[in-house]
T-cell receptor, first 111, second 117 residues
Framework: EDQVTQSPEALRLQEGESSSLNCSYT??????LFWYRQDPGKGPEFLFT???AGEEKEKERLKATLTKKESFLHITAPKPEDSATYLC????????????FGSGTKLNVKP | GAVVSQHPSWVICKSGTSVKIECRSL??????MFWYRQFPKQSLMLMAT?????????EQGVEKDKFLINHASLTLSTLTVTSAHPEDSSFYIC?????????????FGPGTRLTVL
Protein backbone atom coordinates (compact mmCIF):
# COMPACT_ATOMS: atom_id res chain seq x y z
CA GLU A 1 0.00 0.00 0.00
CA ASP A 2 1.27 3.45 -0.92
CA GLN A 3 1.98 5.33 2.27
CA VAL A 4 3.85 8.34 3.64
CA THR A 5 4.76 8.56 7.32
CA GLN A 6 6.18 11.60 9.04
CA SER A 7 7.91 11.75 12.40
CA PRO A 8 7.84 13.12 14.95
CA GLU A 9 4.25 14.37 15.09
CA ALA A 10 5.37 17.39 17.06
CA LEU A 11 8.75 18.90 17.84
CA ARG A 12 9.62 21.66 20.25
CA LEU A 13 12.99 23.34 19.85
CA GLN A 14 14.77 26.21 21.45
CA GLU A 15 15.84 28.96 19.09
CA GLY A 16 19.17 27.94 17.59
CA GLU A 17 18.71 24.24 18.36
CA SER A 18 19.13 22.34 15.08
CA SER A 19 17.14 19.20 14.34
CA SER A 20 15.68 17.03 11.57
CA LEU A 21 12.21 15.96 10.50
CA ASN A 22 11.70 12.58 8.88
CA CYS A 23 9.46 11.45 6.02
CA SER A 24 9.46 7.77 5.09
CA TYR A 25 7.51 6.43 2.13
CA THR A 26 6.49 3.18 0.49
CA UNK A 27 5.12 4.62 -2.76
CA UNK A 28 6.36 2.72 -5.78
CA UNK A 29 7.64 4.44 -8.87
CA UNK A 30 8.59 7.70 -7.20
CA UNK A 31 8.22 10.72 -9.47
CA UNK A 32 8.98 13.30 -6.80
CA LEU A 33 9.02 14.02 -3.08
CA PHE A 34 7.82 17.40 -1.93
CA TRP A 35 8.13 19.43 1.25
CA TYR A 36 5.61 22.09 2.18
CA ARG A 37 5.22 24.46 5.08
CA GLN A 38 1.74 25.19 6.40
CA ASP A 39 0.84 27.96 8.82
CA PRO A 40 -2.44 27.77 10.77
CA GLY A 41 -5.46 28.68 8.66
CA LYS A 42 -3.45 28.89 5.44
CA GLY A 43 -2.71 26.70 2.45
CA PRO A 44 0.59 24.82 2.20
CA GLU A 45 3.56 26.79 0.89
CA PHE A 46 5.89 24.95 -1.47
CA LEU A 47 9.45 24.47 -0.25
CA PHE A 48 11.28 21.76 -2.21
CA THR A 49 11.00 19.03 -4.81
CA UNK A 50 13.41 16.08 -4.72
CA UNK A 51 13.46 13.66 -7.62
CA UNK A 52 16.06 10.98 -6.91
CA ALA A 53 18.07 9.42 -4.11
CA GLY A 54 21.11 11.45 -3.17
CA GLU A 55 19.57 14.75 -4.15
CA GLU A 56 19.72 17.71 -1.76
CA LYS A 57 18.05 21.11 -1.81
CA GLU A 58 18.63 24.12 0.46
CA LYS A 59 16.73 27.25 1.28
CA GLU A 60 17.87 29.55 4.07
CA ARG A 61 17.89 27.44 7.26
CA LEU A 62 16.25 24.43 5.61
CA LYS A 63 17.93 21.56 3.82
CA ALA A 64 16.08 18.59 2.34
CA THR A 65 17.70 15.27 1.51
CA LEU A 66 16.38 12.11 -0.14
CA THR A 67 17.22 8.41 0.02
CA LYS A 68 15.40 5.50 -1.59
CA LYS A 69 13.07 5.11 1.39
CA GLU A 70 12.99 8.42 3.22
CA SER A 71 13.64 12.12 3.23
CA PHE A 72 14.91 14.43 5.92
CA LEU A 73 14.24 18.11 6.41
CA HIS A 74 17.13 19.54 8.38
CA ILE A 75 16.55 22.80 10.20
CA THR A 76 19.72 24.63 11.17
CA ALA A 77 19.64 27.21 13.97
CA PRO A 78 15.86 27.64 13.79
CA LYS A 79 14.10 30.87 14.64
CA PRO A 80 10.60 31.32 16.09
CA GLU A 81 9.32 32.27 12.63
CA ASP A 82 10.15 28.74 11.47
CA SER A 83 7.32 27.48 13.66
CA ALA A 84 4.74 25.80 11.40
CA THR A 85 3.54 22.38 10.30
CA TYR A 86 5.83 20.78 7.73
CA LEU A 87 4.15 18.44 5.28
CA CYS A 88 5.81 15.82 3.13
CA UNK A 89 4.14 14.52 -0.03
CA UNK A 90 5.12 11.90 -2.57
CA UNK A 91 3.99 11.52 -6.14
CA UNK A 92 4.09 8.08 -7.68
CA UNK A 93 2.23 4.81 -7.69
CA UNK A 94 -0.52 3.91 -10.13
CA UNK A 95 -2.18 7.31 -10.12
CA UNK A 96 0.18 9.46 -12.09
CA UNK A 97 -0.85 12.82 -10.67
CA UNK A 98 -1.87 11.96 -7.14
CA UNK A 99 0.08 13.22 -4.15
CA UNK A 100 0.30 11.03 -1.05
CA PHE A 101 0.57 13.30 1.97
CA GLY A 102 2.04 12.54 5.35
CA SER A 103 0.27 13.73 8.47
CA GLY A 104 2.83 16.46 9.09
CA THR A 105 5.24 17.51 11.81
CA LYS A 106 4.23 20.47 13.92
CA LEU A 107 7.34 22.46 14.77
CA ASN A 108 7.39 24.96 17.62
CA VAL A 109 10.53 27.05 18.07
CA LYS A 110 10.75 28.86 21.38
CA PRO A 111 12.73 32.11 21.66
CA GLY B 1 5.52 33.09 -9.47
CA ALA B 2 3.10 30.15 -9.18
CA VAL B 3 0.40 31.97 -7.25
CA VAL B 4 -2.98 30.39 -6.64
CA SER B 5 -5.92 32.32 -5.24
CA GLN B 6 -9.19 31.18 -3.73
CA HIS B 7 -12.40 33.06 -3.26
CA PRO B 8 -13.98 33.49 -0.83
CA SER B 9 -11.47 33.04 1.97
CA TRP B 10 -14.29 32.25 4.35
CA VAL B 11 -18.03 31.74 4.07
CA ILE B 12 -20.88 31.10 6.49
CA CYS B 13 -24.10 29.69 5.12
CA LYS B 14 -27.33 28.14 6.30
CA SER B 15 -27.97 24.43 6.09
CA GLY B 16 -29.49 23.44 2.76
CA THR B 17 -27.93 26.20 0.69
CA SER B 18 -25.22 25.80 -1.95
CA VAL B 19 -21.82 27.42 -1.83
CA LYS B 20 -19.37 27.97 -4.69
CA ILE B 21 -15.63 28.28 -4.14
CA GLU B 22 -13.34 29.55 -6.90
CA CYS B 23 -9.73 28.55 -7.44
CA ARG B 24 -7.57 30.54 -9.85
CA SER B 25 -3.98 30.19 -10.98
CA LEU B 26 -2.92 33.82 -11.33
CA UNK B 27 0.38 33.68 -13.19
CA UNK B 28 0.38 30.30 -14.89
CA UNK B 29 -1.86 27.90 -16.75
CA UNK B 30 -2.73 24.71 -14.94
CA UNK B 31 -3.13 21.33 -16.60
CA UNK B 32 -4.59 19.85 -13.47
CA MET B 33 -6.18 21.24 -10.36
CA PHE B 34 -6.93 19.41 -7.14
CA TRP B 35 -9.44 19.96 -4.35
CA TYR B 36 -8.61 18.99 -0.79
CA ARG B 37 -10.40 19.08 2.50
CA GLN B 38 -8.62 19.53 5.80
CA PHE B 39 -10.03 18.88 9.26
CA PRO B 40 -8.50 20.50 12.36
CA LYS B 41 -5.06 19.14 13.21
CA GLN B 42 -5.19 16.68 10.32
CA SER B 43 -3.45 16.45 7.00
CA LEU B 44 -4.96 17.16 3.61
CA MET B 45 -7.56 14.76 2.24
CA LEU B 46 -7.81 14.68 -1.54
CA MET B 47 -11.37 15.03 -2.74
CA ALA B 48 -11.02 15.16 -6.50
CA THR B 49 -8.70 15.75 -9.43
CA UNK B 50 -9.84 18.18 -12.09
CA UNK B 51 -8.55 18.49 -15.66
CA UNK B 52 -9.55 21.34 -17.92
CA UNK B 53 -12.37 20.40 -20.26
CA UNK B 54 -13.06 17.00 -18.77
CA UNK B 55 -14.99 15.53 -15.87
CA UNK B 56 -13.39 15.52 -12.46
CA UNK B 57 -12.15 12.29 -10.93
CA UNK B 58 -13.42 11.85 -7.39
CA GLU B 59 -11.74 9.94 -4.60
CA GLN B 60 -13.51 7.00 -3.06
CA GLY B 61 -16.15 8.11 -0.58
CA VAL B 62 -16.55 11.63 -2.00
CA GLU B 63 -20.05 12.26 -3.35
CA LYS B 64 -19.74 13.78 -6.80
CA ASP B 65 -23.35 15.01 -6.75
CA LYS B 66 -22.70 16.89 -3.56
CA PHE B 67 -19.31 18.35 -4.45
CA LEU B 68 -19.62 19.62 -8.01
CA ILE B 69 -16.38 20.52 -9.72
CA ASN B 70 -16.14 22.55 -12.91
CA HIS B 71 -12.77 23.17 -14.53
CA ALA B 72 -13.84 25.87 -16.97
CA SER B 73 -10.43 27.02 -18.19
CA LEU B 74 -6.70 26.51 -17.69
CA THR B 75 -6.76 29.05 -14.87
CA LEU B 76 -10.09 28.45 -13.12
CA SER B 77 -11.71 25.59 -11.26
CA THR B 78 -14.79 25.82 -9.05
CA LEU B 79 -16.09 23.63 -6.26
CA THR B 80 -19.78 23.86 -5.43
CA VAL B 81 -20.98 22.32 -2.20
CA THR B 82 -24.64 21.58 -2.85
CA SER B 83 -27.25 21.44 -0.11
CA ALA B 84 -24.61 22.05 2.52
CA HIS B 85 -24.99 20.58 5.99
CA PRO B 86 -23.04 21.24 9.22
CA GLU B 87 -20.87 18.17 8.61
CA ASP B 88 -19.60 19.85 5.42
CA SER B 89 -18.01 22.57 7.54
CA SER B 90 -14.30 22.36 6.89
CA PHE B 91 -11.24 24.02 5.38
CA TYR B 92 -11.21 23.53 1.61
CA ILE B 93 -7.94 24.00 -0.28
CA CYS B 94 -7.25 23.85 -4.00
CA UNK B 95 -3.97 23.32 -5.76
CA UNK B 96 -2.72 23.59 -9.33
CA UNK B 97 0.05 22.03 -11.39
CA UNK B 98 1.73 24.36 -13.90
CA UNK B 99 1.35 23.49 -17.54
CA UNK B 100 5.05 24.13 -18.07
CA UNK B 101 6.81 21.06 -19.33
CA UNK B 102 8.51 19.10 -16.59
CA UNK B 103 6.78 20.76 -13.65
CA UNK B 104 5.06 18.38 -11.29
CA UNK B 105 4.75 20.42 -8.11
CA UNK B 106 1.35 21.38 -6.79
CA UNK B 107 0.94 25.00 -5.74
CA PHE B 108 -1.74 25.61 -3.19
CA GLY B 109 -4.29 28.32 -2.67
CA PRO B 110 -4.79 29.98 0.72
CA GLY B 111 -7.87 27.91 1.51
CA THR B 112 -11.54 28.62 2.14
CA ARG B 113 -13.10 28.16 5.57
CA LEU B 114 -16.70 26.95 5.19
CA THR B 115 -19.05 27.06 8.16
CA VAL B 116 -22.53 25.65 7.73
CA LEU B 117 -25.03 26.64 10.41
Amino acid sequence: EDQVTQSPEALRLQEGESSSLNCSYTVSGLRGLFWYRQDPGKGPEFLFTLYSAGEEKEKERLKATLTKKESFLHITAPKPEDSATYLCAVQGGYNFNKFYFGSGTKLNVKP
Amino acid sequence: GAVVSQHPSWVICKSGTSVKIECRSLDFQATTMFWYRQFPKQSLMLMATSNEGSKATYEQGVEKDKFLINHASLTLSTLTVTSAHPEDSSFYICSAVPRTSGRIEQFFGPGTRLTVL
